[in-house]
């Protein structure tokens, strides 16, 4: 049976997959529904942790949420690498090195493990690259558009090198858009720059991502770009009233009005409301910027939630975080092999749905 799937993943086509399973057991309806769908995972965090500790991601690596046997026997065809940096980097001017840095860390993986991993930069490539199940396809998406700097040239280079989607900001404003977790709204929106950068991204053939921006940057976006954008890792605020972070009802349905998607997530604050009350930032702004702020607290933007540590409502975001979004994210990814259909984008269900289980690492990486 062939299916294209448009629920956690996008897909034009299907195509057959070999059925990774043990021998003598049958496939459950949902395995092969995995294995014949054409699964897009949006959002996997690979690339940053290859820099801080290169591992085999083409051998079993439970150690981390993403590896090829976890992802084919779940069924993943298509896993967008997220190229991260942070507010942190981007205000240390270290940001583009760091971006093209985990370009060459997923090469590398491709050239490594070349009939495990390509690079995939287009969808005709797509029937050509998986070789029916074979190959995990590993495509770029660029989280936070600090890379970019203030030189829009740069554009056309992370085009070349794959970059396909980039999400404008992350959890501060920046040069491009407001983020929905940075109270002070900068630029009220898009910045002016920030509508040539979508100009730009429209031109080439690059995605533009509105996970992460304040609500009307959102708009902004969706007024200016004569492309479909997406939300390449974003929960739906219908369940976590006041959330920004997640998208409101009016601003998922404007989305798909353009033609775009909303990739889902199940990370607890963006489907629990306790969780969520307890991850936005509650606070007025803080009276200097986090680039003012002494470079260990920058640091600790980075690490734990990227967000000023410097106001009662963002030490909640990180506090939220290590005390349940870890252990979901690290159950999930340990007790399924389906783990990669249902982190399409981002990971997890809720800590109360799957326990922490006993002895399971506590990543200082996670990132939302
Ligand atoms: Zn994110």
């Known amino acids: 049976m062939r299916i294209a799937v448009l629920a956690l993943a996008v897909a034009a086509v299907a195509l057959s997959s070999p059925l990774i399973a043990q021998a003598d057991q049958p496939l459950s309806a949902g395995q092969r529904f995995a294995q014949d769908a054409?699964?897009?995972d949006t959002h996997i965090d690979a690339p940053s942790l290859l820099l801080r500790n290169w591992?085999?991601?083409?051998l079993d690596t439970p150690k981390v949420e993403f590896d090829y046997p976890r992802a084919r026997q779940g069924g993943l065809d298509v896993a967008f690498?997220?190229?991260?940096?942070?507010?942190a980097e981007d205000a240390a001017g270290t940001a583009t090195q760091t971006a093209h840095t985990q370009i060459d860390a997923v090469e590398a993986m491709v050239g490594r493990r070349p009939d495990q991993f390509a690079v995939l930069r287009s969808p005709k490539d797509l029937e050509r690259l998986h070789q029916r199940g074979q190959r995990v396809l590993l495509a770029l998406g660029m989280e936070n558009g600090a890379p970019i700097g203030d030189d829009l040239s740069r554009l056309k280079l992370f085009h070349a090198r794959g970059v396909r989607?980039?999400?404008l900001a992350h959890s501060e404003d920046n040069r491009i858009s407001d983020s929905s977790y940075d109270m002070h709204r900068k630029w009220k929106g898009l910045s002016p720059f920030g509508e040539q950068v979508v100009d730009e991204m429209n031109r080439l053939g690059i995605m533009v991502d509105v996970s992460h921006l304040s609500d009307d940057a959102v708009r902004d976006v969706l007024?200016?770009?004569k492309a479909p954008v997406i939300a390449s890792h974003s929960g739906l605020r219908h369940f976590t009233p006041g959330f920004e972070r997640n998208l409101s009802d009016e601003l998922a349905k404007a989305v798909a009005a353009k033609g775009g998607v909303v990739q889902v997530v199940f990370g607890n604050a963006f489907v629990d409301p306790a969780?969520?009350?307890?991850?936005q930032p509650i606070s007025t702004p803080a009276p200097s910027s986090n680039r003012n702020r002494p470079r260990r607290a920058r640091a600790a933007t980075s690490r734990a939630a990227k967000t000023n540590s410097t106001t009662p409502g963002r030490r909640r975001i990180r506090r939220a975080r290590s005390r349940s979004m870890r252990c979901s994210i690290r159950s999930i990814t340990a007790s399924s092999c389906l783990a990669?259909?249902?982190s399409a984008s981002a990971r997890t269900s809720t800590a109360s749905a799957v326990p922490c289980p006993k002895g399971s690492s506590r990543s200082p990486t996670i990132r939302t």
Do not use: F
């Open 38 to 40: 054409i699964i897009v």
């Open 55 to 58: 591992n085999d991601l083409g």
């Open 81 to 87: 690498m997220s190229i991260y940096t942070s507010p």
């Open 165 to 167: 989607y980039i999400t």
């Open 223 to 225: 007024a200016r770009s």
């Open 275 to 279: 969780s969520a009350a307890d991850t």
């Open 340 to 342: 990669p259909i249902m």
